[in-house]
């Protein structure tokens, strides 16, 4: 598929995604970067978002609970590109139900181009790099070009 520019704002709209054995690590990563999410529109699923604004008194768009199809509906708005960013405390050695829903949140944030971090060593890379305080450009999938060429 051809691609096209899509640009990104220097206030990102950032995804937070953990699984339970994660949220705490999450919880506690977002309370020391604080200061740096705060003027970032900031989106998560159902459980970790309630626990991240009790926690940090951020400003959390609470999405359903990743199994009940929280992930899909931030696979959704990455796909609108309405997500910038996906930070995903992800724990690899606990198989959750919802699994092929992570595969599917992974797929779609790869498919759309965007930056990825999937524990606290990438996130911290991502908030401390200079492109995260800038507008930048993107390649993603140019889908009304190929909508126009399928349905000419």
């Known amino acids: ?25 999450l919880i506690q990563w977002t309370l020391q970067h604080k200061t740096v999410l705060a003027p970032h529109t900031l989106y998560a699923t159902g459980t970790t978002g309630h626990l991240l604004a009790r ?4 400003n959390i768009h609470a999405l359903l609970s990743g199994p009940m199809g929280g ?4 696979g959704g708005l990455i796909a609108e590109k309405k997500i910038d960013m996906l930070i995903f405390f992800w724990d690899p050695m606990n198989a959750a139900p ?11 944030a790869t498919v759309w181009n965007i930056p990825v971090a999937i524990n606290e060593t ?8 200079s492109l995260f305080h800038q507008d930048i450009e993107i390649n993603v999938p140019d889908y009304d070009g190929y909508l126009a060429e399928r349905l000419g």
Do not use: W, Y
């Open 1 to 25: 598929m051809k691609t096209t520019i899509r640009k990104i704002s220097a206030q990102k709209h950032i995804a937070l995604v953990a699984h339970d054995s994660c949220k705490q690590s």
């Open 55 to 58: 926690e940090s008194g951020l």
């Open 71 to 74: 992930d899909q509906q931030l």
């Open 98 to 108: 919802h699994d092929p829903d992570v595969k599917a949140l992974m797929r779609i």
């Open 122 to 129: 990438s996130a911290n890379f991502l908030l401390n790099a």
